[in-house]
């Protein structure tokens, strides 16, 4: 009877403990398949009103135009990307040229991304859902069509692989290879996750030679790769771009970028609010953040050595990458991927034993400095995520609200009177893509002295004078009429619809119309038609 009874317990407590096991996993598919739908559904709403600007069409248009794979290489060798994002691009406007194409594409690498995460992340559901609702994966990352998207992805897929018990290190090698090939900022990141990959390598005695040199030449080969793709092989317009003094202000405000990649949130006062941030609209205040920053990351950190090290060497990089000038002319969606190196770091902290690092971090940072605490560690998830959130939701509902640029409209407009078929010129050429990816043709460029979509940076000409439009405009006389779609104001109007602003013996330009109600703060056009009379 004793025996029966102690059966009976053991019984009941198996099936109690697999009771238990189950309802965890489905508590975590539910999770994980409301999360990733409610994502998805919000993201899809978001493109859906979301009007492409020019970063986003020069990618689309050049790969649209492209019309062999060759040519596709040939024609991004002046980018400063590595090639991964054009060749899905390439692949789909092959089966369709229509925008969307590419937006759907973009909202299903980030939604991938997020539902491995809502899967397989070591850390709590409310902090998932932060990450995935914050300002760079919700907004800036997702609903703005960039190459941007497949360092999350592939971030996720390294995290995921380096935090299982029994690691594929040929397998996370490929995936920082596609990371270093996926966008020239990501390729700075990887140079740390190689680090901590390969620091995890060494620790495991049972990892062969063979695999060590597959693992070594998979990431040297893709990191090789990724800076052969984005030296420059042209002189390009960014190179005349007037440069401070080495050690002037200017190139100093490079270090507050960590701060702001954290503490993302725009200067409301601001016109054109998006690139702007609160907090450091203060040179001042701005100064005092950024240098108290690098501090509370190491308190945050100081008990997960390859964590902060991964923060710490990414933000060193990006600084220093935009403090030299490699890239000076930087912005909020430049500087997310130190939130990205954040939320690795974040990942790891939770998913990968880093006791054993600990005695080497102490011979470079004292032992008080990375005592462990919880309150700064937390305080600055939570300060981060809630602000990213609430910024996320700002810039998207403004996005619902508003066009983000006229692009979209403008063309529209041609088309709905008709027009799509009569010679479009527009000026400058580094606000036609948009328009060329929505009308699904090319237009004239005066900077161009013909024929063009994307935005050929090594034209040294961003936009022409009046006197050299007026000029180019009279070569085409062999129309009746065109159209003219101006991003200045080099054609003075009073506002009065069918004012005629130019008149010769050769041609008359008459004002119709304006969009220029967009978020940003050009792609603003003004709308002509040119009537020729000889």
């Known amino acids: 009877m004793v025996i029966k009874t102690e059966l009976h317990i053991l019984v ?4 109690q403990q697999s009771l238990k096991h189950m309802a965890f996993h489905k508590h975590s598919f539910l999770f994980t398949g409301l999360l990733t739908l409610c994502f998805f559904i919000l993201s899809l709403w978001g493109i859906l009103n979301h009007e492409i600007w020019l970063d986003e069409a020069h990618s689309f248009t050049l ?19 590595p090639m991964i994002w054009y060749i899905l691009l390439w692949l789909i406007t092959k089966v369709s040229h229509d925008v969307l194409c590419m937006q759907l594409l973009h909202i299903f690498i980030t939604t991938l991304s997020i539902f491995l995460m809502a899967r397989y992340a070591p850390f709590s559901k409310i902090k998932q859902l932060l990450f995935a609702f914050s300002y760079f994966f919700f907004y800036e990352y997702n609903i703005i069509s960039r190459n941007y998207a497949l360092g999350i992805l592939f971030i996720t897929c390294y995290a995921l692989l380096l935090c299982r018990e029994r690691k594929n290190y040929p397998l996370i090698a490929l995936t920082l290879f596609l990371l270093a090939n996926s966008h020239f900022i990501a390729l700075i990141l990887s140079i740390p996750l190689a680090v901590v990959c390969l620091l995890e390598m060494q620790r495991e005695e049972a990892v ?6 597959l693992v070594l030449t998979v990431m040297a080969t893709g990191i090789l790769l990724g800076i052969l793709q984005i030296l420059p092989v042209e002189d390009t317009i960014f190179a005349h771009v007037a440069k401070p003094a080495f050690f002037s202000m200017d190139r100093l405000r490079a270090f507050t970028v960590p701060f702001k990649a954290f503490y993302h949130f725009p200067d409301l006062r601001e016109p054109y609010p998006l690139n702007t941030n609160i907090f450091t609209a203060n040179k001042l205040i701005g100064t005092v953040l950024a240098l108290i920053f690098p501090f509370i990351l190491i308190k945050a950190f100081g008990n997960k050595p390859l964590s902060l090290l991964i923060v710490l060497l990414t933000s060193i990089g990006i600084c220093s990458f935009f403090y030299t000038e490699l890239m000076y002319n930087y912005t909020v969606r430049h500087w997310g991927y130190i939130f990205l190196a954040y939320y690795v770091a974040v990942w790891l902290s939770y998913g990968l034993d880093q006791r054993n690092y600990t005695p080497y971090l102490h011979r470079f940072i004292p032992p008080f ?8 560690s937390q305080g600055l998830f939570y300060s981060t995520l809630i602000l990213q959130v609430v910024a996320a939701g700002y810039a998207y509902t403004m996005d619902l609200q508003k066009n983000f640029c006229n692009a979209k409209e403008a063309a529209q407009y041609i088309q709905q009177h008709h027009y799509e078929n009569e010679l479009i010129i527009l000026s400058s050429f580094n606000a036609g893509a948009a328009v060329s990816a929505y009308l699904d043709k090319p237009l004239y460029y005066p900077e161009y002295k013909g024929w063009g979509s994307y935005g050929k940076w090594t034209v040294m000409t961003w936009q022409v004078s009046k006197e050299e439009l007026i000029e180019q405009i009279h070569s085409l006389n062999n129309h009746k009429q065109a159209y ?11 506002k009065l619809r069918d004012e005629i602003v130019f008149s010769d013996e050769y041609c008359s330009i008459q004002y119709i119309t304006r969009f220029d109600d967009g978020i940003i703060n050009h792609e603003k056009f003004k709308f002509y038609k040119i009537t020729y009379l000889k």
Do not use: C, P, Y
Request: proline share 0%.
């Open 12 to 15: 009941l407590a198996l099936v």
């Open 63 to 81: 790969s649209r135009d492209s019309a062999s794979f060759w040519d596709l290489i040939v024609n991004t060798r002046q980018e400063g990307h």
């Open 208 to 213: 062969t030679k063979k695999t060590w040199g």
């Open 369 to 376: 400095l990375t005592r462990e605490n919880k309150w700064i």
């Open 484 to 494: 003219l779609l101006m991003d200045s104001e080099i054609l003075t109007i009073d």
